[in-house]
Every structure is written in C-alpha cells, then in structure tokens.
C-alpha cells in the first residue's frame, strides 16, 4: 500500500537540482573568483545528467560564467540570498497522497550563527513564481526549524540524524520527544537514529549529519573513519563508529557499513577546515565526490564507487567551498 507521505531518498530520481550562487554581497567576496570556479564545475557535471536551478540576485552574471552550457536545461531565479548553502534553506521534497510537495522549513542560520533572513525566503518565492511547476504543492512548514543536510533517510521510513543538530536550543528550544513527534508527523518516519558522537573541526552546523555519515543504497551506511589516534577526532569518531554498528533499521536489520577516509587535516588562516568525503551529492545517474587535492582523495573515490557501482563517479576540487566551512552536498539540493 503506498505510504500518504513518502520522503525519498537522495538515489530516487530527480527532477532537478538547486544551485544558489554565490556573489559579492556574500561572505565569499574576498575570493570570489576561487569559488565561482568550483560552482562553474559542480554546474556542469550536474548538467550531464539532469536539470539545474540557480539561485542568485545577479543571473546576467552567473549566465555569463556558464557561458557554452545548454540554458535550455537550467532555471533562473532572480532573488535576494544571503549566502549559498541550499542544502539547508532549500525545500525538502516529499510525496504527500500521490502529489509532488516541497516542505519549506525555517532556516535560522543554523541556529541564529549568521543572517539567514533572504534565505528563509527562498524557497516561497520560488513556489510563487511557479518554479516548481502547477502540479507541485507547497508546505509550509515554518513551525519548525529543520535543515536538509541534518537528516539522511532510507526512504523506508528510517531516519539518521546528530543530536547536536537537531536538538540545539537555537533551533527550536524542544525536547527529543517533540522533535521526533514533528519528524513522523511531517515527513512519515518510522524509526529517527540519533547520533550521539562526531563532529568536524571547523564546522558550523552543530555536526550536521551529511558531513558524518550517509545512508545508501542496499541499507547501507557510508560513514568517516578517522585511524589516526593524534587526531583530535579519532575519539569522537571511534564512538560514532560504535553507534553504527548498534543501530539498526525500522525493520530492525543492522547497517552494512563502509567507511571513507578521514580528509587530510586542511588549514586556512590558522584553523582547521571540516573536509570530507561524506559530503558526496547522489543525482540521477553520477554521484558528485568532494576533493580536496589530497592523497586521500583517490581513496574516496574508490569507496564511493563501490557504494554505487551503477552511476559515475565524479570527483570535484572543494578546496575553495571548504574555507567557508562547507563543501559540495552543503551547496546543493535535490528535488525528485
């Protein structure tokens, strides 16, 4: 029987992507140039496969860098933003009775650390001028503070999540017990997995889950192991990587799990940055892999081919996302 609410995976298919572009108003004025690059790369690769939205108050200009591509295939939204991170102001996609529904949830600047006040708007605005097209619906959800890259699902009902993240008193100030109640409610989970251990140096989000572990295909979790016991992570990494093995399903099966790479440590005037190879965006036929012009990189690679053995892998250089703290899932997002 199917579900009222189905939340899908990031490996269904997908309609089309979301890129908001970054501009001189943003915190990556300095190295403009830099970034611009990296975006120019994760566009192109990301229209080998499937359609692209941009977001940006300047498309003259951002149609100008991807000059040569097939426009026919990206959507333009001219619209106010902050910043760039769409994973955590961009819609999330469910499927409410049958009819395609984009759930718009506040964004607080993961929890009131910087200005988010264009950003929470994004997404209305984009249902508003019919971007999402006439059969799609729109949810408000703005009761409840909720960014895409703090939860991964099954789309089996299965939901995996930190709890830094999700119950971190700049966010919604609410206990475990509502949280979960608003998250079976909104998007159907059946079981909610809280991560206890993990973090990256260096990031903003309280430890959000798609920078530590991922749920693939073939109930599979793909998760950053750190062997390094002088690492300042080994032991928080070490204590996630126990609570993986202990979790199991809404069915009650235990994950396989695969572990990638711990990035080599990455400094930028004087302090540590968060890369990672967990940061890694499925689309329809091709899985996007962070690097960071590291040994480590090929090793990534590998694993994340052999966690999806029937799409492409494709590596690209995050070295410039990563000094604002994110990296290539963290400036995406996908909508079936």
């Keep these: 029987m199917t579900p009222d609410i189905y939340f899908p995976p990031e490996w269904a298919e997908q309609q089309f992507v979301q890129l908001t572009w970054p501009h001189n108003q943003t915190d990556w004025a300095p190295m403009l140039n830099e970034v611009n690059t990296c975006f120019v790369q994760i566009a192109k690769a990301i229209l080998k496969f499937e359609a692209l939205l941009i977001v940006s108050p300047e498309t003259e200009q951002v149609k100008h860098l991807l000059s040569g ?58 249902f508003e001028q019919g971007i999402f097209g006439s059969a799609t619906r729109y949810k408000s959800c703005l009761n409840m503070v909720l960014e895409g890259g703090s939860i991964e699902t099954d789309g ?39 991560l206890k251990n993990g973090f990256l140096a260096g990031d903003d989000t309280d430890s959000h889950i798609d920078t530590l572990a991922r749920i693939c295909p073939n109930n599979t979790i793909a998760y950053v192991q750190c062997t390094d016991i002088n690492d300042i992570h080994y032991h928080a990494l070490k204590k996630m990587e126990a609570e993986l093995k202990h979790f199991t399903n809404h069915a009650g099966e235990k994950f396989n799990l ?60 995050c070295s410039a996302l990563i000094k604002q703290h994110g990296s290539l899932h963290c400036v995406t997002m996908q909508y079936v």
Excluded at 99 to 123: E, H, L, P, S
Excluded at 169 to 192: D, M, P, Q, V, Y
Excluded at 289 to 306: G, H, M
């Design 69 to 126: 591509c097939d426009f026919s295939k990206i959507t333009f939204a001219n619209i106010p933003t902050n910043d760039t991170w769409a994973r955590d102001h961009g819609g999330i996609s469910i499927f409410e009775k049958g009819v395609r529904t984009i759930c718009d949830f506040t964004f607080n600047g993961w929890g009131m650390k910087f200005a988010a006040n264009y950003d929470n708007q994004i997404t209305k605005t984009l």
């Design 156 to 194: 089996q009902g299965t939901l995996l999540t930190t709890k830094a993240c999700l119950l971190s008193e700049n966010r919604n100030a609410a206990s475990k017990s509502k949280i979960e109640k608003n998250l079976k409610t909104l998007l159907r989970a059946k079981k909610i997995l809280w």
């Design 258 to 317: 695969v572990p990638l790479p711990m990035a080599d440590a990455v400094y930028f005037e004087g302090e540590r940055l968060p890369a990672t190879y967990a940061n890694f965006l499925i689309i329809n036929g091709a899985v996007l892999v962070p690097t960071y012009q590291s040994k480590r990189d090929e090793l990534a690679v590998e694993q994340i081919q052999q966690l999806f053995p029937d799409r492409k892998i494709i590596p690209i250089d």
